[in-house]
């Protein structure tokens, strides 16, 4: 399956604190994005990365990619309560045009106020 | 704008019976992807549907279908249900072409369907 892998499964921190979670897949991407999930609702797009890119940011979210190793993380600053929910990798192997991308399993993570 | 609808949001069926779900993108995406979510198999691509022409399909048996209309609304179908059809169904639209980033999902709260 090329389905990623994504560690820890699950991160409990305390609101502040920084929170880092991990991808890795299988096989050569076009691109990879990351997104969150409340509760069991639909999916909200995060951010994007592109195979030529090495590290992207956006407001609190900073996102590396190492093509040699297959991986990528996303690391979430002073985290808040409202934060808590599940952060999924999402990889697309293609043109990067198409909807198919392949999840992760996912990260779930809880902020203590 | 307003976002992807899907409907309905939740339903119960029964082992046997076949269920259609529908989905509105967001006006002007000519993509429209849906994914099925467990737990035990977390998010797993059904099928793309793009111009009304099914452009990717998942490994999903042929129970599962879907088709997409001339204004980018699509419907999915599943017959003859199975308990393990059990899941939520999401549904995402995305501009499909053109630009870097024509693949940024834009997910629906999705159908929670439940099979007895």
């Known amino acids: 399956s090329q389905q990623g892998e994504e560690d820890p499964q699950a991160l409990s921190i305390q609101e502040g604190e920084n929170a880092t979670m991990n991808c890795s897949y299988k096989?050569?991407?076009?691109?990879l994005q990351w997104y969150r999930q409340n509760s069991g609702r639909g999916l909200v797009h995060l951010i994007l990365?592109?195979?030529?890119?090495r590290e992207k940011h956006s407001g609190r979210l900073r996102v590396t990619l190492d093509t040699s190793k297959k991986s990528s993380s996303l690391l979430i600053t002073a985290s808040r309560a409202a934060d808590t929910a599940s952060y999924f990798c999402?990889?697309?192997?293609?043109?990067?045009?198409?909807?198919?991308?392949?999840f992760g399993q996912g990260t779930t993570l809880q902020v203590k106020p | 704008k307003a976002g992807v609808t899907q409907t309905p949001r939740y339903l119960i069926k029964t082992r046997g019976q076949q269920v259609t779900l529908s989905c509105s993108p967001i006006?002007?995406?000519?993509?429209v992807s849906w994914y099925q979510q467990t737990p035990g198999q977390g998010l797993q691509f059904l099928f793309e549907?793009?111009?009304?022409?099914?452009?990717n399909k998942g490994n999903f048996p042929g129970r599962f279908s879907g088709r997409q209309f001339s204004n980018s609304r699509s419907e999915m179908n599943v017959s003859t249900l199975e308990l393990g059809d059990s899941a939520l169904y999401l549904c995402?639209?995305?501009?499909?072409?053109?630009?870097?980033?024509?693949?940024?999902?834009?997910f629906g709260a999705g159908s929670r369907l439940t099979v007895l």
């Open positions: 999402a990889t697309d192997h293609g043109s990067g045009n198409t909807g198919k991308l392949i």
């Open positions: 096989t050569s991407i076009n691109n």
């Open positions: 990365i592109r195979s030529n890119e």
């Open positions: 995402a639209s995305s501009l499909g072409q053109g630009i870097a980033g024509a693949n940024v999902l834009t």
């Open positions: 549907y793009f111009s009304e022409t099914q452009r």
């Open positions: 006006s002007g995406h000519r993509s």
